[in-house]
T-cell receptor, first 112, second 113 residues
Framework: DAKTTQPPSMDCAEGRAANLPCNHS???????VYWYRQIHSQGPQYIIH???NNETNEMASLIITEDRKSSTLILPHATLRDTAVYYC?????????????FGQGTELSVKP | EAQVTQNPRYLITVTGKKLTVTCSQN?????MSWYRQDPGLGLRQIYY???????DKGDVPEGYKVSRKEKRNFPLILESPSPNQTSLYFC????????????FGPGTRLTVL
């Protein structure tokens, strides 16, 4: 079972920041938070991951609360091409099966 | 270009007719995996491989076989497909199981009549 809770859908205006929340209240100390997205039935695409510090890359920023029970993915300037389902996943770094447990995700619609 | 490729991308077949979906990666990754995606059930792992000749079952292996004879290829075999295997299939790869990024293929949409 997925260990995360995300809103099923969100809207965002083009050019504005998209802030996608995720609750992971049962996260363990050795579990990372990962974000992937899936654009219209294409293969999921890795976005970013973190343990407890905030992270930023060319795609997005990840803000993790101090107690690590929740996090927020930030797309700083959303474009129409960012319309996708966004998945928040928690997993240990060493996972024998290597599997990613995808929940239902958040369907983000970026509107002109 | 680093990528995971799958063939075919679309396939309609009939019950019982053996088929193979190929997966190939050009990144020299050790780890490869197959998922299926169904409405309301999300992505579920079928099989995975940690290296050549090393494969293991995921969460939903029934009705599927895999092989890993070469590092770059990880075909998914349906010996006797049934309608409940109608799904969207994704292959993924990464350096190891405990690496941060998994790269996914474009998907294969399979319909079994």
């Amino acid at each position: 079972d997925a260990k995360t809770t995300q809103p099923p859908s969100m809207d965002c205006a083009e050019g504005r920041a998209a802030n996608l929340p995720c609750n992971h209240s049962t996260i363990s100390g050795n579990e990372y938070v990962y974000w992937y997205r899936q654009i219209h039935s294409q293969g999921p695409q890795y976005i970013i991951h973190g343990l407890k510090n905030n992270e930023t890359n060319e795609m997005a920023s990840l803000i993790i609360t101090e107690d690590r029970k929740s996090s927020t993915l930030i797309l700083p300037h959303a474009t129409l091409r960012d319309t996708a389902v966004y998945y928040c996943i928690v997993r240990v770094t060493y996972n024998q099966g290597g599997k990613l447990i995808f929940g239902q995700g958040t369907e983000l619609s970026v509107k002109p | 270009e680093a990528q995971v490729t799958q063939n075919p991308r679309y396939l309609i077949t009939v019950t019982g007719k053996k088929l193979t979906v190929t997966c190939s990666q050009n990144m020299n990754h050790e780890y490869m995996s197959w998922y299926r995606q169904d409405p309301g059930l999300g992505l579920r792992q079928i099989y995975y491989s940690m290296n050549v000749e090393v494969t293991d079952k995921g969460d939903v292996p029934e009705g599927y076989k895999v092989s890993r004879k070469e590092k770059r290829n990880f075909p998914l075999i349906l010996e006797s497909p049934s309608p409940n295997q109608t799904s969207l299939y994704f292959c993924a790869s990464s350096w190891t199981t405990h690496t941060d990024t998994q790269y996914f293929g474009p998907g294969t949409r399979l319909t079994v009549l």
